[in-house]
C-alpha cells in the first residue's frame, strides 16, 4: 500500500475519534444536565501564579453540596465537591489581566472561605445569583456546628 494511503487512513481514523470523542462530550453534559442545576463553572485550581491556573466546568447543585466536572473530562463522577455548610462566601471581583484570556468574557470570580482553604470560583452574575441562594438557603443552625468543627 502507498504512503500516501497510510496516510489518508491515519487522518480518517484521527477525525473519527476526534467525532466520538465530541459526541461523547455532549452525551456526557447531558447526563449531567438531565435533572437540571447545572451552570458554567471554573475552579482556580492553582494559585501559585497571579491570573493562573484555571480550569473550565460544569457546576451542579446536588441538595446541599456543589458538584464541580471539568468539562473536557469524560468522567461521569464530579472533579470537586463543596458541602453548603462547610463554605462561607467571601466575596467578588473581575477577572484581572491574563485572567480575561481564561475565562469566559461576563464570569466574575468569587472567593470561598472554607477549613481547607481559600476556594475561588468564576461564575457569570447570574449563576452567582442562584449560588448565593443556594447558600443562603442552607437550614438554620448550621453555622453553629461549623465553627464548633473548625
Known sequence: MPLWQWILDGVLLALVFLFCYGLALVLRRRML???????????????????????????RYDGDRLEWFRIFSLSPRPRRVWDRNRVDYNGRREAEGSEHLALYTDHVIITLESAQGD????????????????????????????????
Open 33 to 59: 444536565a438531565r435533572n437540571g442545576g447545572t451552570f458554567e463553572l471554573s475552579h482556580r485550581a492553582r494559585s501559585d501564579r497571579t491570573g493562573r491556573g484555571w480550569v473550565l466546568g460544569i457546576g
Open 119 to 150: 476556594i475561588e470560583l468564576a461564575m457569570s452574575s447570574r449563576s452567582l445569583l442562584g449560588f448565593q441562594a443556594w447558600l443562603e438557603a442552607k437550614p438554620p443552625g448550621t453555622d453553629w456546628d461549623k465553627h464548633r468543627q473548625r
